[in-house]
């Protein structure tokens, strides 16, 4: 693309010795010079013509002069517009107030042509740059606004409301969140119906972040509710999606995963822990216990690997907390991790609470604990308590 550029002098015959001097560059098409005898025919052109890149002004002319002409291009606020100002030799005063306005360079009188040939070629070497920039920033600005669209997605496919329009909803008390890192994250949650009085229910964490554990993330979550609708062990639920992912995973990308079924009537709850962290059972009496099961491997890590399941029960008042690894490794600006001792004693204060109390309190206290520390991993909590 040729660099435009406008020459603003009230000497005629400048026309004819840039046209003569750039003959080579104007034919190859590098320059395309445009021309004006003052200030205000300047604006005119530059009305006709907004991709001009140079302005080539002298500062002493009639009707509006080439610093007035610099002060209504600096209101335009175009960064690559560059301004060479000219004028004559002994005219430094008016030089020293043309680069103080914003001018890129000055040439004097009478033009060195060679000088200005290479003061041109600095100007080009901005503007091309200044362009890149813009044009980066362009790119950026759109990802940004992609990622936006992306994370509102991303909450859109999960559970936002926690009533169960099911007979015994009234036994069960159901609360999540996640607190993505950064704008998109991996972890996900998930609970549904498989009959009348029973539901499915997972938490789980891909392995990296942003966008492609993003994609990742709704796969996983998609094959785990396909599956598990189905009414199947929640082992052989997991050794399915496992093998699907086995077969569609891409650069070495991996769940761990925590996947259960409870029955509202009873309390009863049998589970599959692929890799994920043993979950916590906030007791009615306030004792907090880890949940202890055979853990079994990540998904999408190893095809045809066989999967264990096992059961536990919540009494009445008691509470099953499970979280990803965001929580307890949780840094501060020290480094240091918020762990497994801070979250028990966490749990251990929601003595008798709903589940929305528990996942706003733990919340709060990571929080509290990283005290402005970035955000290293995304935050999920899933909580269910048997009323």
Do not use: W
């Not at 099911?166 to 994250?185: E, H, Q, T």
């Not at 509710?225 to 093998?243: F, H, L, W, Y």
């Not at 306030?286 to 079994?296: A, F, R």
């Not at 009494?315 to 001792?341: I, R």
Request: negative net charge; aromatic residues 8%; contains cysteine.
């Amino acid at each position: 693309m040729s660099i435009k550029i406008l020459s603003v002098d009230d000497e005629t015959d400048l026309e004819l010795l840039l046209s003569q001097y750039f003959r080579r560059k104007i034919r190859n098409g590098e320059y395309e010079f445009f021309f004006a005898h003052n200030g205000l025919e300047a604006l005119q052109v530059l009305l006709k013509h907004p991709d001009i890149s140079i302005i080539l002004s002298d500062i002493n002319m009639p009707e509006m002069d080439g610093l007035t002409l610099l002060a209504k291009i600096n209101e335009m606020r175009i960064p690559s517009l560059k301004c060479i100002m000219v004028s004559a030799y002994g005219d430094m005063d008016n030089i020293r107030q043309a680069m103080n306005g914003g001018a890129f360079d000055f040439a004097t009188k009478p033009i060195d042509l060679d000088d200005l040939q290479r003061t041109i070629d600095k100007a080009v070497e901005q503007i091309e740059y200044i362009r890149s920039a813009q044009k980066e920033h362009v790119q950026l600005v759109d990802i940004q606004t992609d990622l936006s669209v992306a994370r509102e997605i991303q909450h859109a496919i999960l559970p936002r409301t926690f009533d169960l329009k099911l007979p015994d909803a009234d036994n069960v008390n159901i609360y999540a969140s996640m607190l993505a890192a950064k704008d998109v994250g991996g972890d996900f949650y998930d609970f549904f119906p498989i009959d009348d009085h029973r539901i499915a229910f997972t938490i789980a964490d891909v392995s990296g972040k942003g966008v492609p554990a993003a994609i990742f993330m709704a796969v996983s979550r998609t094959l785990i509710k396909a599956t598990g609708i189905q009414d199947k062990p929640t082992n052989e639920c997991m050794s399915t999606v496992n093998n699907i992912l086995c077969d569609e995973s891409v650069g070495s990308m991996f769940v761990t995963v925590f996947y259960g079924i409870y029955d509202l009537q009873t309390g009863q709850i049998t589970f599959t822990n692929a890799g994920h962290n043993p979950p916590y059972i906030l007791k009615a009496d306030g004792q907090v216990e880890v949940v202890k099961s055979p853990c079994n491997l990540v998904l999408g890590a190893v095809p045809d690997m066989p999967f264990s399941c096992d059961t536990m029960k919540l009494e009445p008042g008691d509470t099953l907390y499970m979280f990803t690894d965001g929580v307890t490794e949780a840094e501060n600006k020290n480094h240091d991790q918020f762990g497994e001792s801070r979250l028990e004693a966490a749990l251990a204060e929601c003595k008798g609470a709903d589940s929305r109390h528990i996942v706003d309190t733990v919340n709060a206290k990571v929080k509290e604990f990283i005290n402005g520390a970035s955000q290293s991993d995304d935050i999920t909590q899933l909580v269910i308590r048997r009323k």
